[in-house]
């Protein structure tokens, strides 16, 4: 390592946490030097045999920032960078058989072109199969339900016929021998920077009309899912690093969606897998008075929005996170000085939220076709 930069003592603890500990959630506020945390963790894994192929995803601008980085706290580092061309469709296969046939200490891809990597037809066909197969169970519980169990049924008979279909597909697909998969690269540690970024994953739930838990999957996030299963199965739990400075941001969800990528055989041993059960146990649904979109008036909104049995989890959180705020560092930053300035709105803009009013009114009542107008309109305006 360079001998003119001395990492801090929480940066120190960290790279120990990642090298004695399993997967590890770096959760430092921002500032904090998570960038050379891993850097060192990378290159301190390699040199005593923990791993032998390291790859850093990184967001698609900082690849050549991460580069100039790790050179600059490891110069004799061998590392290779990926560029915007090698992750064209010419280049592609010659790039990944780099990273399988070449001895680095660490490559850098952006989030992208990690997602272009596929993971093998096989393992996905198994990962779709055991989705379908949870399904299969939660539908054989709703039906027992006495109150809105017939509308459950119906939510989840449609996501299990989404996953038939994409199994179909999958099946269909031709078969490329010439395509270089993610188990093929030989990677045994995973880091990946802005972690969040990966958090919108599906989540089963009976639960319905409630805020800040998501009915949707963004592909990227199964993609990662998939490939975390996989080192988890080749590691022993101890293959991931994911790094960010806002694990929760938004919902609640977000912590068991990082449990679900970091510590995914350990809720399954305690039953808490599916979203439901590790929501009965932790959290609640509450419904407050709040300020609606369009900014006319309030209304009544339920939120998965507080804990429960707050010790135990996290307990359970804190074996895979590594947690650090401002108030812990003290971070030498610059000081700010703040200044509240109200201004009265004009009689432009009174008109203006006023017709949002309206629209959304009229939204809600189903009096007009979502291609038309919707609330993601509105609340753009």
């Known amino acids: 390592m360079n001998p003119e930069i001395e990492l801090r003592p929480h940066q120190k603890n960290a790279v120990a946490h990642q090298l004695y500990g399993d997967n590890v959630l770096l959760a430092h506020v921002v500032g904090a030097g998570k960038t050379y945390e891993m850097v060192a963790a990378a290159m301190e894994s390699k040199r005593l ?13 900082l690849t050549e920032q991460w580069g100039a980085e790790f050179l600059q706290l490891y110069p004799g580092a061998n590392i ?56 299969e169970i939660a539908i054989q519980s709703a039906r027992y339900e006495q109150d809105g169990g017939r509308y459950t049924v119906k939510q989840i008979e449609k996501t299990r016929k989404t996953l ?25 540690h995973l880091y990946v920077d802005e972690a ?29 899912f998939n490939k975390c299963q996989y080192l988890d199965e080749i590691t ?45 146990t932790f959290g609640e649904v509450v419904t407050s008075i709040e300020l609606a979109p369009e900014g006319t008036g309030y209304r009544a909104k339920s939120r998965f929005a507080r804990f429960y049995n707050i010790p135990e989890l996290m307990n359970m959180f804190k074996e895979i996170a590594d947690i650090k705020t401002s108030d812990q560092l003290n971070l030498p930053v610059p ?39 919707n609330m993601l309109k509105i609340v753009r305006c």
């Open 335 to 373: 000081e700010a000085e703040y200044e509240t300035v109200v201004l009265k709105p004009t009689e432009q803009q009174k008109e203006i939220v006023a017709s949002l009013g309206e629209r959304a009114e009229v939204v809600r009542n189903g009096g007009v076709d979502a291609s038309v107008d």
């Open 49 to 61: 045999g923990l791993s032998q192929k390291n790859l850093f995803v990184v967001p698609n601008h």
């Open 236 to 280: 022993g739990g101890k293959g991931i690093t994911f790094a960010t400075g806002t694990p929760i941001s938004n919902s609640m969800t977000e912590l068991y969606v990082m449990q679900r990528y970091l510590q995914n055989s350990k809720l399954q041993n305690m039953g808490l897998g599916l979203f439901d059960s590790w929501a009965s």
């Open 164 to 188: 038939m279909t994409r199994l179909e597909k999958l099946n269909q697909k031709e078969k490329k021998d010439n395509v270089v998969t993610f188990e093929e690269l030989g990677v045994d």
């Open 80 to 135: 290779l960078v990926a560029t915007k061309k090698d992750f064209e469709p010419a280049n592609r296969k010659k790039f990944c058989a780099r990273i399988a046939m070449g001895n680095y200490d660490a490559i850098i891809i952006g989030h992208s072109q990690f997602e272009r990597i596929p993971i093998s037809d096989e393992r996905q066909e198994a990962m779709l199969r055991k989705q379908i197969d949870d399904l």
């Open 196 to 224: 969040h970024s990966y958090k919108n994953a599906f989540l089963y739930t009976k639960m319905r009309n409630v805020a800040g838990i998501a009915q949707n999957e963004a592909q990227k996030s199964a993609d990662m």
